[in-house]
């Protein structure tokens, strides 16, 4: 067996996966998008099946320490934390004339955290080797990192719409002097 560094990192058909994933990160952020508050929060709750899901398949295939599963796991739900405030900070949002619809407006930084995680994946696969215990533990942290940091931006972008439609409803029931 050849020693990681030696093998291939990627083949085609990943390379092909990444060149759309960042071609759907560069349409969906860089332009404005039209979103239901439901809509919303479908993408979190998907995400956290499929973290739940592939945390589960990663321990069948090489198993970790329960320990460091679980310390990585909250370690990068916790980084998340700050990096989705970021995001949802980062984020515009306006009212539309339908109730519990949004317009995201388009954000650079928003699409540079998401290349910055693909750069930070890209890096941990190169340093370890696939289906290592530590690796596994890390690759699970990176994904709560992300399921938290996608949940707490969509919070904050959410809290945003609310404060918009407050505001409006607000205005709309105070009497003109």
């Known amino acids: 067996m050849q020693p990681y560094a030696t093998q291939p990192h990627y083949g085609w058909n990943t390379v092909v996966v990444i060149v759309i994933?960042?071609?759907?990160?560069?349409?969906?952020?860089?332009r404005p998008q039209k979103i239901s508050v439901t809509r919303l929060f479908v993408t979190p709750v998907l995400?956290?099946?499929?973290?739940?899901?592939?945390?589960?398949?990663?321990?069948?295939?090489?198993?970790a320490p329960v320990?460091?599963?679980?310390?990585?796991?909250?370690?990068?739900?916790?980084?998340?934390v700050p990096?989705?405030?970021?995001?949802?900070?980062?984020?515009?949002?306006?009212?539309?004339?339908?109730?519990?619809?949004m317009i995201l407006e388009a954000s650079w930084q928003t699409f540079a955290i998401y290349a910055g995680a693909f750069v930070v994946r890209y890096l941990l696969?190169?340093?370890?080797?696939?289906?290592?215990p530590a690796g596994t533990a890390i690759g699970d942290g990176v994904l709560a990192?992300?399921?938290?940091?996608?949940?707490?931006?969509?919070?904050a972008i959410?809290?945003?719409?609310?404060?918009?439609?407050?505001?409006?409803?607000?205005?709309?029931?105070?009497p003109a002097v």
């Open 47 to 63: 995400l956290a099946v499929v973290v739940a899901y592939t945390v589960f398949i990663y321990q069948s295939l090489a198993p």
């Open 83 to 101: 990096m989705g405030l970021l995001r949802g900070k980062h984020s515009n949002v306006r009212a539309t004339d339908r109730a519990n619809v």
């Open 21 to 30: 994933a960042v071609a759907l990160l560069v349409w969906r952020n860089l």
């Open 67 to 80: 320990w460091e599963v679980v310390a990585a796991l909250v370690v990068g739900a916790l980084a998340g």
């Open 158 to 174: 959410y809290m945003k719409y609310r404060a918009l439609e407050t505001r409006a409803q607000f205005v709309a029931e105070t």
């Open 125 to 132: 696969r190169v340093l370890f080797p696939p289906f290592s």
């Open 145 to 155: 990192f992300a399921a938290a940091m996608i949940l707490v931006s969509y919070y």
